[in-house]
Protein backbone atom coordinates (compact mmCIF):
# COMPACT_ATOMS: atom_id res chain seq x y z
CA UNK A 1 0.00 0.00 0.00
CA UNK A 2 1.68 3.49 -1.27
CA UNK A 3 1.97 5.49 1.36
CA UNK A 4 2.80 9.17 1.30
CA UNK A 5 3.83 10.69 5.00
CA UNK A 6 3.90 14.45 5.47
CA UNK A 7 5.69 14.87 8.98
CA UNK A 8 2.91 17.35 10.67
CA UNK A 9 -0.58 17.72 10.07
CA UNK A 10 -0.81 21.24 12.00
CA UNK A 11 1.52 23.79 12.02
CA UNK A 12 1.76 27.43 13.29
CA UNK A 13 4.69 30.02 12.70
CA UNK A 14 5.76 33.03 13.18
CA UNK A 15 5.93 35.77 10.39
CA UNK A 16 9.49 35.63 9.26
CA UNK A 17 10.78 32.40 10.50
CA UNK A 18 12.15 29.35 8.92
CA UNK A 19 9.95 26.59 8.20
CA UNK A 20 10.51 23.35 6.75
CA UNK A 21 7.54 20.41 5.74
CA UNK A 22 8.75 17.33 5.04
CA UNK A 23 7.48 14.68 2.86
CA UNK A 24 8.39 11.02 2.67
CA UNK A 25 7.10 8.24 -0.07
CA UNK A 26 7.72 4.68 0.11
CA UNK A 27 7.36 3.67 -3.11
CA UNK A 28 10.29 4.20 -4.66
CA UNK A 29 8.69 7.08 -7.02
CA UNK A 30 10.57 9.42 -9.28
CA UNK A 31 8.42 12.18 -9.20
CA UNK A 32 7.23 14.27 -6.14
CA UNK A 33 5.21 17.36 -6.07
CA UNK A 34 4.05 20.09 -3.55
CA UNK A 35 1.08 22.00 -3.87
CA UNK A 36 -0.95 24.06 -1.68
CA UNK A 37 -4.59 24.23 -1.52
CA UNK A 38 -6.59 27.13 -1.07
CA UNK A 39 -10.47 27.61 -1.46
CA UNK A 40 -11.55 28.86 -4.51
CA UNK A 41 -8.33 28.41 -5.77
CA UNK A 42 -7.70 24.51 -6.08
CA UNK A 43 -4.30 23.23 -6.32
CA UNK A 44 -1.33 25.01 -7.27
CA UNK A 45 1.73 23.62 -7.95
CA UNK A 46 4.82 24.99 -5.97
CA UNK A 47 8.06 22.88 -7.28
CA UNK A 48 8.18 19.43 -8.69
CA UNK A 49 10.96 17.10 -8.89
CA UNK A 50 11.65 13.74 -11.14
CA UNK A 51 15.00 12.89 -9.48
CA UNK A 52 17.10 13.37 -6.53
CA UNK A 53 18.60 16.73 -6.80
CA UNK A 54 16.47 17.33 -9.77
CA UNK A 55 13.72 19.93 -9.31
CA UNK A 56 11.43 22.56 -11.48
CA UNK A 57 9.49 25.66 -10.78
CA UNK A 58 5.60 25.15 -10.81
CA UNK A 59 3.36 27.80 -11.26
CA UNK A 60 3.35 29.53 -7.73
CA UNK A 61 7.24 28.90 -6.59
CA UNK A 62 7.91 32.36 -5.11
CA UNK A 63 8.39 32.52 -1.54
CA UNK A 64 9.83 28.80 -1.64
CA UNK A 65 12.40 26.74 -2.36
CA UNK A 66 12.74 22.71 -2.02
CA UNK A 67 15.67 19.84 -1.63
CA UNK A 68 15.48 16.38 -2.46
CA UNK A 69 18.61 14.99 -1.69
CA UNK A 70 17.06 11.32 -1.49
CA UNK A 71 14.66 9.81 -3.84
CA UNK A 72 11.69 9.40 -1.17
CA UNK A 73 12.24 12.75 0.84
CA UNK A 74 10.80 16.13 -0.49
CA UNK A 75 11.48 19.39 1.90
CA UNK A 76 9.76 22.13 1.08
CA UNK A 77 11.01 25.24 2.51
CA UNK A 78 9.60 28.64 3.26
CA UNK A 79 12.79 30.95 3.53
CA UNK A 80 10.93 33.52 5.63
CA UNK A 81 7.27 33.02 6.20
CA UNK A 82 4.79 35.28 5.40
CA UNK A 83 0.78 35.38 6.74
CA UNK A 84 0.00 34.88 2.52
CA UNK A 85 1.51 31.60 2.93
CA UNK A 86 -1.19 30.36 5.54
CA UNK A 87 -2.44 27.45 3.79
CA UNK A 88 -3.18 23.52 3.25
CA UNK A 89 0.06 22.08 1.80
CA UNK A 90 -0.33 19.00 0.14
CA UNK A 91 2.89 16.51 -0.90
CA UNK A 92 2.11 14.00 -3.66
CA UNK A 93 4.65 11.44 -5.44
CA UNK A 94 3.69 9.23 -8.73
CA UNK A 95 5.98 6.87 -10.95
CA UNK A 96 7.95 7.34 -14.00
CA UNK A 97 5.86 5.66 -16.29
CA UNK A 98 2.82 6.85 -18.47
CA UNK A 99 -0.25 7.00 -16.60
CA UNK A 100 0.44 6.36 -13.54
CA UNK A 101 -1.90 7.21 -10.55
CA UNK A 102 -0.02 10.27 -7.83
CA UNK A 103 -0.32 9.67 -4.33
CA UNK A 104 -0.89 12.26 -1.92
CA UNK A 105 -0.01 13.09 1.91
CA UNK A 106 -2.84 13.62 4.34
CA UNK A 107 -1.77 17.68 4.33
CA UNK A 108 -0.09 20.38 6.32
CA UNK A 109 -2.17 22.73 7.47
CA UNK A 110 0.07 25.72 8.01
CA UNK A 111 -1.05 28.84 9.58
CA UNK A 112 2.12 31.62 9.71
CA UNK A 113 1.06 34.50 12.85
CA UNK B 1 3.09 25.68 -19.28
CA UNK B 2 -0.42 24.10 -18.77
CA UNK B 3 -3.83 25.17 -17.63
CA UNK B 4 -6.71 23.73 -16.83
CA UNK B 5 -10.00 24.88 -16.70
CA UNK B 6 -12.87 23.19 -14.87
CA UNK B 7 -16.82 24.04 -15.02
CA UNK B 8 -19.04 24.33 -12.61
CA UNK B 9 -17.65 24.90 -9.42
CA UNK B 10 -19.96 24.24 -7.60
CA UNK B 11 -22.67 21.53 -8.92
CA UNK B 12 -26.16 20.13 -6.94
CA UNK B 13 -27.51 17.42 -8.06
CA UNK B 14 -30.70 15.36 -6.81
CA UNK B 15 -30.12 11.67 -5.35
CA UNK B 16 -30.43 9.41 -7.89
CA UNK B 17 -29.64 12.08 -10.82
CA UNK B 18 -26.45 12.19 -13.07
CA UNK B 19 -23.86 14.85 -12.59
CA UNK B 20 -21.25 16.16 -15.34
CA UNK B 21 -18.17 17.71 -14.76
CA UNK B 22 -16.28 19.52 -17.22
CA UNK B 23 -12.68 20.88 -18.17
CA UNK B 24 -10.28 21.95 -20.73
CA UNK B 25 -6.76 21.89 -21.52
CA UNK B 26 -4.72 24.42 -23.38
CA UNK B 27 -1.38 22.26 -23.83
CA UNK B 28 -1.79 19.36 -26.72
CA UNK B 29 0.95 17.24 -25.37
CA UNK B 30 -0.54 16.24 -21.95
CA UNK B 31 -1.43 12.75 -21.98
CA UNK B 32 -2.98 12.08 -19.03
CA UNK B 33 -6.12 13.17 -17.25
CA UNK B 34 -6.64 11.45 -13.96
CA UNK B 35 -9.78 12.57 -11.74
CA UNK B 36 -9.91 12.80 -7.81
CA UNK B 37 -12.41 13.24 -5.33
CA UNK B 38 -11.52 14.84 -2.15
CA UNK B 39 -13.72 14.10 0.91
CA UNK B 40 -13.39 17.01 3.39
CA UNK B 41 -10.69 16.68 5.91
CA UNK B 42 -9.15 14.05 4.05
CA UNK B 43 -6.40 13.98 0.53
CA UNK B 44 -7.36 14.10 -2.64
CA UNK B 45 -7.77 10.29 -4.28
CA UNK B 46 -7.81 8.74 -7.78
CA UNK B 47 -10.54 7.55 -8.77
CA UNK B 48 -10.64 7.52 -12.57
CA UNK B 49 -8.04 8.29 -15.36
CA UNK B 50 -8.04 7.87 -19.27
CA UNK B 51 -4.71 8.64 -21.01
CA UNK B 52 -4.68 10.34 -24.91
CA UNK B 53 -4.94 6.98 -26.96
CA UNK B 54 -8.71 6.43 -25.37
CA UNK B 55 -12.06 8.19 -25.91
CA UNK B 56 -13.45 7.00 -23.27
CA UNK B 57 -13.41 4.79 -20.02
CA UNK B 58 -16.43 3.72 -17.84
CA UNK B 59 -16.01 1.93 -14.00
CA UNK B 60 -19.07 1.11 -12.51
CA UNK B 61 -21.58 4.63 -12.16
CA UNK B 62 -18.46 6.51 -13.69
CA UNK B 63 -16.88 7.42 -17.08
CA UNK B 64 -14.69 10.02 -18.11
CA UNK B 65 -14.74 10.98 -21.83
CA UNK B 66 -11.72 12.67 -23.94
CA UNK B 67 -12.03 14.87 -26.52
CA UNK B 68 -8.38 15.34 -27.84
CA UNK B 69 -9.14 17.81 -30.84
CA UNK B 70 -11.28 19.91 -28.74
CA UNK B 71 -9.04 19.69 -25.67
CA UNK B 72 -11.56 18.78 -23.29
CA UNK B 73 -12.31 16.16 -20.94
CA UNK B 74 -15.41 15.03 -18.55
CA UNK B 75 -16.62 13.29 -15.57
CA UNK B 76 -20.08 11.75 -16.03
CA UNK B 77 -21.69 10.50 -12.17
CA UNK B 78 -25.15 8.53 -12.74
CA UNK B 79 -27.22 7.49 -10.21
CA UNK B 80 -25.75 9.47 -7.69
CA UNK B 81 -25.33 8.87 -3.93
CA UNK B 82 -25.40 10.73 -1.16
CA UNK B 83 -21.40 9.61 -0.69
CA UNK B 84 -20.47 11.45 -4.08
CA UNK B 85 -21.18 14.27 -2.50
CA UNK B 86 -17.11 15.67 -2.13
CA UNK B 87 -14.98 18.20 -4.18
CA UNK B 88 -13.52 16.60 -7.58
CA UNK B 89 -10.31 17.80 -9.36
CA UNK B 90 -9.34 17.43 -13.02
CA UNK B 91 -5.81 16.65 -13.91
CA UNK B 92 -3.75 16.93 -17.05
CA UNK B 93 -0.35 15.85 -17.55
CA UNK B 94 2.41 14.79 -19.84
CA UNK B 95 4.13 11.87 -19.59
CA UNK B 96 7.54 11.97 -21.76
CA UNK B 97 10.21 9.60 -21.33
CA UNK B 98 12.64 11.65 -19.52
CA UNK B 99 9.31 11.59 -16.76
CA UNK B 100 6.47 13.65 -16.02
CA UNK B 101 6.03 17.68 -15.76
CA UNK B 102 3.92 18.93 -13.31
CA UNK B 103 0.35 17.44 -12.68
CA UNK B 104 -1.69 20.35 -13.22
CA UNK B 105 -5.15 20.83 -11.59
CA UNK B 106 -8.45 22.96 -12.13
CA UNK B 107 -9.84 24.74 -9.23
CA UNK B 108 -12.18 21.97 -8.23
CA UNK B 109 -15.80 21.66 -8.50
CA UNK B 110 -17.97 20.89 -5.03
CA UNK B 111 -20.80 18.53 -6.02
CA UNK B 112 -23.71 17.90 -3.85
CA UNK B 113 -26.00 15.63 -3.92
CA UNK B 114 -29.83 16.41 -2.71
CA UNK B 115 -31.68 13.75 -0.65
Known amino acids: DVKVTQSSRYLVKRTGEKVFLECVQD?????MFWYRQDPGLGLRLIYF???????EKGDIPEGYSVSREKKERFSLILESASTNQTSMYLC????????????FGQGTRLTVV | GENVEQHPSTLSVQEGDSAVIKCTYS??????FPWYKQELGKRPQLIID?????GEKKDQRIAVTLNKTAKHFSLHITETQPEDSAVYFC??????????????FGKGTHLIIQP
Open chain 1, 49 to 55: SYDVKMK
Open chain 1, 92 to 103: ASSGQDSGTEAF
Open chain 2, 27 to 32: DSASNY
Open chain 2, 50 to 54: IRSNV
Open chain 2, 91 to 104: AAIMYSGGGADGLT
Open chain 1, 27 to 31: MDHEN
